[in-house]
């Protein structure tokens, strides 16, 4: 099941729309941001009932 999110990008601040498919569980992806074109880490975990549990908008390296 793919899921819209709004994250904020941490290099500028910039609020971008990306999509995660929770059906894979856990993860972890580099979209670029579609604003200023650095590399955000996103990261999100799935809860037992297949929703979406928490998510987060990162630097590389952090
Ligand atoms: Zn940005």
Redesign the pocket.
Known sequence: MLESLTLG??????A?ETAVDLSSGDQSYIED??????P?VIAFGVDASGALDWVRAGREGD
């Not at 990008?9 to 910039?14: L, M, S, T, Y």
Request: with cysteine.
């Open positions: 990008c941490p290099h500028c601040g910039e971008f941001c579609p604003v200023c074109c650095r955000i």
